[in-house]
Protein backbone atom coordinates (compact mmCIF):
# COMPACT_ATOMS: atom_id res chain seq x y z
CA UNK A 1 0.00 0.00 0.00
CA UNK A 2 1.12 3.63 -0.96
CA UNK A 3 0.04 6.50 1.07
CA UNK A 4 0.20 9.90 1.29
CA UNK A 5 -0.62 12.27 3.85
CA UNK A 6 -1.89 15.69 3.27
CA UNK A 7 -2.76 18.50 5.61
CA UNK A 8 -1.33 21.87 6.82
CA UNK A 9 1.67 22.33 8.98
CA UNK A 10 0.32 20.27 12.73
CA UNK A 11 -2.60 18.89 11.44
CA UNK A 12 -1.62 15.47 12.65
CA UNK A 13 -0.05 13.76 9.61
CA UNK A 14 2.92 12.78 11.54
CA UNK A 15 1.13 11.35 14.35
CA UNK A 16 -1.71 9.24 11.91
CA UNK A 17 1.48 8.50 9.50
CA UNK A 18 2.89 6.65 12.56
CA UNK A 19 -0.37 4.83 13.54
CA UNK A 20 -0.22 3.53 9.80
CA UNK A 21 2.93 2.71 9.41
CA UNK A 22 2.66 0.57 12.50
CA UNK A 23 -0.72 -1.14 11.43
CA UNK A 24 0.19 -1.67 7.96
CA UNK A 25 3.81 -2.80 8.59
CA UNK A 26 5.43 -0.21 5.90
CA UNK A 27 7.67 2.44 6.27
CA UNK A 28 6.93 5.81 7.76
CA UNK A 29 8.82 8.42 5.30
CA UNK A 30 8.87 11.70 6.19
CA UNK A 31 10.75 14.13 4.29
CA UNK A 32 11.16 16.74 7.35
CA UNK A 33 12.50 13.90 9.75
CA UNK A 34 15.04 13.06 6.42
CA UNK A 35 16.23 16.81 6.63
CA UNK A 36 16.12 17.10 10.48
CA UNK A 37 18.54 13.78 10.76
CA UNK A 38 20.79 15.06 7.83
CA UNK A 39 20.85 18.79 9.83
CA UNK A 40 21.92 17.02 12.82
CA UNK A 41 24.75 15.15 10.93
CA UNK A 42 26.33 18.05 9.38
CA UNK A 43 26.04 16.65 6.05
CA UNK A 44 25.94 19.05 2.92
CA UNK A 45 22.20 18.43 2.18
CA UNK A 46 21.51 19.22 5.44
CA UNK A 47 23.25 22.46 5.25
CA UNK A 48 21.60 23.14 1.96
CA UNK A 49 18.25 22.63 3.95
CA UNK A 50 18.11 24.41 7.67
CA UNK A 51 17.86 28.20 6.04
CA UNK A 52 15.13 27.30 4.25
CA UNK A 53 13.31 24.98 7.45
CA UNK A 54 14.05 27.98 10.10
CA UNK A 55 12.87 30.38 7.45
CA UNK A 56 9.51 28.47 7.76
CA UNK A 57 10.00 28.31 3.52
CA UNK A 58 9.99 24.93 1.38
CA UNK A 59 13.39 23.64 0.74
CA UNK A 60 13.84 23.57 -2.96
CA UNK A 61 12.16 20.84 -5.48
CA UNK A 62 15.64 20.22 -7.06
CA UNK A 63 16.91 18.89 -3.17
CA UNK A 64 13.90 17.51 -2.32
CA UNK A 65 12.53 15.39 -5.60
CA UNK A 66 15.94 13.63 -5.58
CA UNK A 67 16.24 12.82 -2.03
CA UNK A 68 12.93 11.26 -1.55
CA UNK A 69 12.84 9.22 -5.00
CA UNK A 70 15.82 8.15 -3.80
CA UNK A 71 14.46 7.03 -0.38
CA UNK A 72 11.63 4.91 -1.76
CA UNK A 73 13.75 2.98 -4.14
CA UNK A 74 15.54 1.40 -1.35
CA UNK A 75 14.61 -2.47 -0.26
CA UNK A 76 12.01 -1.61 2.62
CA UNK A 77 9.73 0.26 0.91
CA UNK A 78 9.31 -2.44 -2.29
CA UNK A 79 5.53 -3.38 -0.34
CA UNK A 80 4.68 0.29 0.12
CA UNK A 81 4.98 2.98 2.56
CA UNK A 82 3.35 6.13 3.82
CA UNK A 83 4.52 9.73 2.71
CA UNK A 84 4.37 12.11 5.30
CA UNK A 85 5.51 15.90 4.34
CA UNK A 86 6.18 14.88 0.56
CA UNK A 87 4.68 16.00 -1.68
CA UNK A 88 4.34 19.81 -1.05
CA UNK A 89 4.25 21.11 -4.20
CA UNK A 90 2.42 20.25 -8.05
CA UNK A 91 5.99 20.01 -9.74
CA UNK A 92 6.99 17.05 -6.79
CA UNK A 93 3.65 15.29 -7.20
CA UNK A 94 4.31 15.04 -10.43
CA UNK A 95 7.71 13.97 -10.25
CA UNK A 96 6.44 11.17 -8.23
CA UNK A 97 3.67 10.32 -10.54
CA UNK A 98 6.56 10.01 -13.07
CA UNK A 99 8.40 7.79 -11.21
CA UNK A 100 5.51 5.57 -10.20
CA UNK A 101 4.14 5.45 -13.36
CA UNK A 102 7.29 4.61 -15.56
CA UNK A 103 7.78 1.27 -12.24
CA UNK A 104 3.85 0.51 -13.64
CA UNK A 105 2.84 1.64 -9.89
CA UNK A 106 0.74 4.12 -8.33
CA UNK A 107 -0.41 5.86 -5.45
CA UNK A 108 -2.80 4.43 -3.74
CA UNK A 109 -4.56 6.74 -1.27
CA UNK A 110 -3.80 10.50 -0.24
CA UNK A 111 -5.07 11.22 3.38
CA UNK A 112 -5.78 15.16 3.76
CA UNK A 113 -6.25 15.66 7.29
CA UNK A 114 -8.57 18.77 7.79
CA UNK A 115 -7.83 21.43 10.68
CA UNK A 116 -8.82 24.85 10.78
CA UNK A 117 -6.07 26.87 11.23
CA UNK A 118 -7.25 28.84 14.08
CA UNK A 119 -6.52 25.27 15.86
CA UNK A 120 -3.19 25.16 13.93
CA UNK A 121 -1.16 27.36 16.45
CA UNK A 122 -2.00 25.73 19.80
CA UNK A 123 -1.08 22.37 18.42
CA UNK A 124 2.23 23.54 16.97
CA UNK A 125 3.27 25.76 19.74
CA UNK A 126 2.87 22.68 22.13
CA UNK A 127 4.31 20.28 20.24
CA UNK A 128 7.19 18.19 21.23
CA UNK A 129 9.23 15.96 19.08
CA UNK A 130 11.48 13.20 19.72
CA UNK A 131 14.80 13.52 17.78
CA UNK A 132 15.77 10.07 18.09
CA UNK A 133 12.58 8.02 16.89
CA UNK A 134 10.60 10.55 15.17
CA UNK A 135 7.42 10.27 17.55
CA UNK A 136 5.52 13.35 18.27
CA UNK A 137 3.78 14.88 21.30
CA UNK A 138 1.69 17.67 22.63
CA UNK A 139 1.97 19.27 26.22
CA UNK A 140 -1.71 19.13 26.45
CA UNK A 141 -3.62 17.05 23.59
CA UNK A 142 -1.05 14.12 23.70
CA UNK A 143 1.16 14.34 26.72
CA UNK A 144 4.10 11.68 27.48
CA UNK A 145 3.58 9.39 30.92
CA UNK A 146 6.72 11.44 31.77
CA UNK A 147 6.96 14.95 31.38
CA UNK A 148 10.06 15.89 28.95
CA UNK A 149 10.27 11.55 27.98
CA UNK A 150 9.49 9.90 24.95
CA UNK A 151 6.93 6.79 26.01
CA UNK A 152 8.57 5.06 22.64
CA UNK A 153 12.00 5.27 22.99
CA UNK A 154 13.01 6.85 26.58
CA UNK A 155 14.69 9.90 24.04
CA UNK A 156 14.71 13.34 25.37
CA UNK A 157 11.87 15.53 23.65
CA UNK A 158 12.78 18.85 22.38
CA UNK A 159 10.68 22.09 21.18
CA UNK A 160 11.45 22.30 16.91
CA UNK A 161 13.11 25.74 16.32
CA UNK A 162 10.45 26.28 13.55
CA UNK A 163 7.35 26.17 15.83
CA UNK A 164 7.61 29.24 17.28
CA UNK A 165 4.52 31.65 16.44
CA UNK A 166 6.29 33.94 13.68
CA UNK A 167 7.72 30.89 11.79
CA UNK A 168 4.29 28.52 12.04
CA UNK A 169 2.23 31.59 10.49
CA UNK A 170 4.60 31.79 7.75
CA UNK A 171 4.38 28.07 7.30
CA UNK A 172 0.93 27.87 7.30
CA UNK A 173 0.90 30.88 4.58
CA UNK A 174 3.26 28.36 2.09
CA UNK A 175 0.90 25.83 2.66
CA UNK A 176 -2.14 27.71 1.84
CA UNK A 177 0.33 28.94 -2.00
CA UNK A 178 1.86 25.68 -2.48
CA UNK A 179 0.57 22.66 -1.07
CA UNK A 180 -3.21 23.25 -1.08
CA UNK A 181 -3.37 22.83 -4.27
CA UNK A 182 -2.29 19.01 -4.39
CA UNK A 183 -5.73 18.19 -2.78
CA UNK A 184 -7.15 18.96 -6.43
CA UNK A 185 -4.64 17.40 -7.74
CA UNK A 186 -5.10 13.87 -5.92
CA UNK A 187 -9.40 14.24 -6.02
CA UNK A 188 -8.74 14.04 -9.86
CA UNK A 189 -6.69 11.26 -9.73
CA UNK A 190 -9.11 9.94 -7.67
CA UNK A 191 -7.64 8.70 -4.72
CA UNK A 192 -8.47 11.34 -2.45
CA UNK A 193 -9.53 10.62 1.38
CA UNK A 194 -10.96 14.14 3.74
CA UNK A 195 -10.05 13.08 6.79
CA UNK A 196 -11.54 15.43 10.11
CA UNK A 197 -8.37 16.25 11.92
CA UNK A 198 -10.19 17.98 14.44
CA UNK A 199 -11.59 15.09 16.98
CA UNK A 200 -9.28 12.81 19.40
CA UNK A 201 -6.01 11.58 17.50
CA UNK A 202 -7.27 7.71 17.96
CA UNK A 203 -10.48 9.05 16.50
CA UNK A 204 -8.94 10.27 13.42
CA UNK A 205 -6.72 7.07 13.12
CA UNK A 206 -10.06 5.04 13.28
CA UNK A 207 -11.70 7.30 10.72
CA UNK A 208 -8.67 6.79 8.76
CA UNK A 209 -8.52 2.93 8.93
CA UNK A 210 -12.21 2.87 7.64
CA UNK A 211 -11.16 4.90 4.49
CA UNK A 212 -8.06 2.21 3.87
CA UNK A 213 -9.88 -1.26 4.25
P1 LIG B 1 5.29 19.68 9.71
O1 LIG B 1 5.09 18.24 10.08
O2 LIG B 1 5.17 20.60 10.87
O3 LIG B 1 4.46 20.11 8.55
P2 LIG B 1 7.78 18.78 8.50
O4 LIG B 1 8.57 18.08 9.52
O5 LIG B 1 7.00 17.96 7.55
O6 LIG B 1 6.80 19.81 9.25
O7 LIG B 1 8.69 19.76 7.65
C1 LIG B 1 9.53 20.70 8.28
C2 LIG B 1 10.18 21.57 7.23
O8 LIG B 1 11.00 20.76 6.35
C3 LIG B 1 9.23 22.29 6.28
O9 LIG B 1 8.73 23.50 6.82
C4 LIG B 1 10.13 22.51 5.07
O10 LIG B 1 11.03 23.57 5.27
C5 LIG B 1 10.94 21.22 5.02
N1 LIG B 1 10.28 20.21 4.18
C6 LIG B 1 9.78 19.00 4.58
N2 LIG B 1 9.24 18.33 3.54
C7 LIG B 1 9.40 19.13 2.45
C8 LIG B 1 9.03 19.01 1.06
N3 LIG B 1 8.37 17.93 0.60
N4 LIG B 1 9.36 20.04 0.23
C9 LIG B 1 10.02 21.11 0.69
N5 LIG B 1 10.36 21.29 1.96
C10 LIG B 1 10.07 20.32 2.85
P1 LIG C 1 2.06 17.35 11.32
O1 LIG C 1 2.96 16.16 11.08
O2 LIG C 1 0.89 17.40 10.38
O3 LIG C 1 2.81 18.63 11.35
P2 LIG C 1 1.85 16.35 14.08
O4 LIG C 1 1.42 14.93 13.94
O5 LIG C 1 3.26 16.60 14.44
O6 LIG C 1 1.41 17.18 12.74
O7 LIG C 1 0.89 17.04 15.14
C1 LIG C 1 1.05 18.42 15.52
C2 LIG C 1 0.78 18.57 17.03
O8 LIG C 1 -0.60 18.36 17.31
C3 LIG C 1 1.54 17.57 17.88
O9 LIG C 1 1.88 18.21 19.08
C4 LIG C 1 0.53 16.45 18.13
O10 LIG C 1 0.77 15.74 19.34
C5 LIG C 1 -0.79 17.22 18.17
N1 LIG C 1 -1.92 16.46 17.62
C6 LIG C 1 -1.90 15.53 16.62
N2 LIG C 1 -3.15 15.06 16.38
C7 LIG C 1 -3.99 15.73 17.21
C8 LIG C 1 -5.41 15.70 17.45
N3 LIG C 1 -6.21 14.90 16.73
N4 LIG C 1 -5.90 16.54 18.38
C9 LIG C 1 -5.08 17.36 19.10
N5 LIG C 1 -3.74 17.43 18.93
C10 LIG C 1 -3.19 16.64 18.02
ZN1 LIG D 1 11.45 8.56 20.87
Redesign the pocket.
Given at each position: MKIIML?????G??TQAINIAKEYDIPHV???????ANIKNGTELGKA?KE??D???????E??IGM?LDRISEEDCKNGYVL??????IP?AESLKDALTKRGEKIDFAVDIEVPDTEITAR?TG?RSCPKCGA?YHIKFNPTKQEGVCDECGGELVQ?A??KPE?VEK?LH??HEQTQPLIDFYEKEGVLCTIDGTVAPKDVFKAITEVLS
Open positions: GAPGAKGSTGDIFRAYMAGKLVPDITLDGFPRTQMRTRDDTRVY
